[in-house]
């Protein structure tokens, strides 16, 4: 019983190295022997030579490195890019809440440009970039506003160019349906600010994927929808094809070209309004302000002669 249980292993065989030298032997001139029938010798054209002996580029070690990045500042005038454009009109942030017939008494901040420094090839006067330079204008072309003539023919000539032939009612038609809520969701919103001049540039994104884009109009702006229709064709050269309350339809024209779109650069941030006139004055004409509160104390005390009482009936009374 014992012996069956114990486990049965093979006998290991010890050999002397001796017996494993001959091996060794035969396994090294079999590699030697492969290595002389199968070796390859690559011709002189292929072996490797001195670089700047045979017309090389160097080794990447002596490459040259790239620069580090530097971020883009304000100050570093050299990367700062101007841009130059065409347009025939003064750039202001808001085209229909402004009027250039109103001149303002004062500027709440300094004239920095809000287009940023050194990025348009305009002077920024604290309420617009105009289009000519106001150092180069004369005293005479001032008074008989020969500039804004000149400026408000180019803008027709451009705007005649790009419309082309009128719209037939079939095409006007078409247009007017694209542009339903049901048919597109795109739009331009025009706020409380109006018509801003950083719209323009929404405006011409829009026309890069169709022929008319909506406009709605929402706040104070509706309440002279007339001047808002004007300054979006004025501005934009488009013609407004379709209007319902605020709602605007606006036709880029048949010769409008997305490439050779005029360049707008916008405001990186909104400046501030300067400072106008009242709209009420606080003295009447021909009198000082002394005499003025003199008078306004006078009708204060004066008793009144109506009086509208609370059920909303009027009772007289005679001095």
């Known amino acids: 019983m014992l012996l069956s249980r114990l486990p049965r292993r093979k006998p290991t065989i010890l050999r002397s190295p001796f017996t494993l030298f001959p091996r060794y032997l035969c396994s090294t001139s079999d590699a030697s022997r492969l290595r002389t029938r199968y070796d390859f010798r690559p011709p002189p054209s292929l072996l490797p030579q001195d670089p700047e002996n045979c017309g090389l580029k160097p080794s990447s070690s002596s490459r040259k490195t790239k620069p580090q990045y530097r971020p883009p500042s304000s100050l570093d ?6 841009v130059k454009s065409d347009l025939p009109f003064d750039f202001r942030f808001s085209y229909t809440e402004s009027s250039q017939d109103v001149r303002p008494i004062g500027l709440r901040e300094p004239k920095y440009s809000p287009f940023g420094p050194g990025r348009l090839d305009r002077q920024w006067t604290g309420v617009c970039a105009p289009a000519v330079d106001p150092r180069a204008r004369s005293v005479e072309a001032l008074e008989e506003g020969e500039d804004d003539t000149k400026l408000e023919e180019k803008r027709k000539k451009m705007r005649e160019m790009i419309q082309g032939e009128p719209l037939s009612p079939a095409e006007r038609k078409y247009l007017v349906q694209s542009c339903q809520r049901k048919k597109t969701n795109r739009q331009v919103n025009l706020g409380r600010d109006g018509l801003t001049h950083n719209m323009l ?3 011409f994104n829009h026309w890069k994927h169709a022929e008319a884009v909506r406009i709605k109009c929402l706040g ?29 339809i606006l036709y880029r024209g048949r010769n409008y070209n997305h490439k050779k779109r005029p360049v707008i650069p916008l405001m990186l941030w909104k400046p501030h309004e300067p400072i106008y006139p009242r709209l009420i004055k606080t003295t009447i004409d021909g009198l000082s302000i002394i005499e003025t509160k003199e008078m306004r104390k006078r009708g204060l005390s004066v008793p009144p002669i109506t009086k509208l009482g609370k059920s909303s009936s009027l009772s007289f009374y005679y001095s």
């Open 77 to 82: 005038k050299k990367s700062i890019k101007t």
């Open 201 to 203: 540039n929404d405006i």
């Open 220 to 248: 104070v702006p509706t309440v002279d929808m007339k001047n808002v229709c004007h300054q979006l064709e004025d501005k934009t050269f488009g013609q407004i094809i379709h209007r319902h309350c605020g709602v605007v």
